[in-house]
């Protein structure tokens, strides 16, 4: 069975480019043939790329956004048998999807799961959620789904020592002299904001009156360069004084920390802030606590079943453009999760089992016990089917 896996190319420093990384080479040894497609990452021509003893080549995006005008051109290039898509499902045509087999592997960020989102999928072969939440809503919507988590690397996200972390970060002499780190590892896009910014920083306000010697690490982009909120801005409006919060280097927002500088700003953390509105995953999540650091989330979507350590926060139901539910988070209960986190700074048994947790997510795992007999399967049901495998040249409008 052959895979044209349609997402961010392998490099691109983004959610969906780290799980291309770590997957791509990992189904291919399990005898899979997989050739990427990028719809973010490469543009003009081919590439071939390798990663130990296996080889593959990463096909580019075409003209549109999504990469609806060429995925099925790539499909039929490629030989698929089935096309595997680790993004956004709703933004793919049905049209389009309807023409080879199509295997989204896709998030699931709303109560119930939204309408675009299930009339994408009625053209797809067999959908895949990344979390359990996913999967029960896509059953409820009456869909027979499949389960595969997102993965990450443990030999990566690691804790270390706190004081060799800090000693490690490009700002070690910012963090010297704060009795207290909290970092957000968030994308800094849309308004309003997914990620709850505002009410973070409303609650970092508050939380500021009784810690005033505390330090808010904001892994994103402060300004509004990506359709996002002006954080800046919204630091003066509230107060906040500048010595309490500090942004991402702007220059290496753009090119991409590595993986191992993303794990000693975790391991230098006291807590991880994420209460986002909904999320289909969370992999800041799951590094975090990899790395032993006990989070703050939101108790809905997926967050509650990736929070190993740390504070589930309430909030309020908001309906969104995609015509369903997510949440907005309560200030007072962000506050008061930060409160709790500050009073267990240094626990190392709340640290060593956030990383015990988290350690059910490695990405050999993940290959081995979820996509070996999910893509084991696919290949059964193909071989035993009339059609068999490649595509035919499609013209599409």
């Not at 060429?70 to 049209?95: C, E, G, M, Q, R």
């Not at 919204?234 to 309490?244: D, G, M, S, Y």
């Not at 700003?265 to 650091?293: H, K, N, R």
Request: proline letters at 8%; one cysteine or more; glycine letters at 8%.
């Amino acid at each position: 069975m052959r895979i044209l896996w349609h997402s961010n190319a392998p490099w691109a420093k983004t959610g969906y480019g780290n799980q291309t990384a770590l997957f791509w080479h990992r189904l291919q040894a399990l005898g899979y043939p997989v050739t990427l497609s990028s719809n973010y990452g490469l543009q003009g021509a081919p590439l071939d790329i390798q990663e130990g003893e296996q080889k593959s080549r990463v096909l580019p995006t075409g003209y549109t956004t999504h990469g609806n005008d060429i995925i099925a051109s790539h499909a039929k290039y490629a030989k698929a048998d089935i096309v595997i898509t680790l993004y956004d499902a709703w933004v793919f045509d049905p049209n389009v999807t309807a023409r080879f087999r199509w295997c989204p592997w896709m998030p699931i960020d709303h109560d119930p799961a939204p309408p675009p989102v299930l009339n994408a999928i009625r053209t797809a072969y067999q959908p895949i959620a990344y979390s359990r939440f996913g999967f029960e809503k896509l059953k409820e919507a009456g869909l027979d789904p499949r389960y595969v988590p997102h993965g990450i690397d443990t030999t990566v996200m690691r804790p270390m020592k706190r004081e060799e972390a800090v000693a490690k970060l490009s700002f070690p002499e910012q963090v010297q002299g704060y009795d207290f780190l909290a970092v957000m590892v968030a994308a800094n896009k849309g308004t309003p904001s997914r990620k709850s910014f505002g009410q973070v920083l409303w609650a970092w306000k508050q939380f500021l009156e009784d810690h005033p010697n505390a330090l808010l690490y904001m892994h994103t982009v402060a300004g509004p360069q990506m359709n996002g909120m002006d954080l800046e801005e919204q630091l003066e409006a509230l107060n906040i004084p500048t010595r309490n919060v500090l942004f991402a280097d702007p220059y290496w927002s753009v090119m991409g920390y590595p993986d191992s500088y993303m794990a000693t700003i975790y391991s230098a953390a006291d807590v991880l802030v994420t209460p986002s509105m909904g999320e289909g995953f969370g992999l800041p999540i799951v590094e975090a606590q990899a790395c032993g650091c006990p989070v703050i989330t939101g108790n809905w979507t997926s967050m509650p079943e990736l929070t190993f350590e740390g504070w589930k926060v309430e909030g309020e139901p908001f309906f969104t453009p995609q015509g369903s539910w997510q949440y907005i988070p309560y200030v007072k209960d962000i506050q008061n999760a930060l409160g709790a986190a500050y009073d267990a700074k240094g626990d190392q048994g709340i640290r060593t089992r956030a990383r015990q947790g988290a350690l059910a997510y490695d990405v050999d795992t993940v290959t081995m016990r979820y996509w070996k007999p999910v893509l084991e399967e696919l290949d059964a049901e193909i071989k035993a089917s009339e059609t068999g495998g490649g595509l035919d040249m499609v013209t599409l409008e």
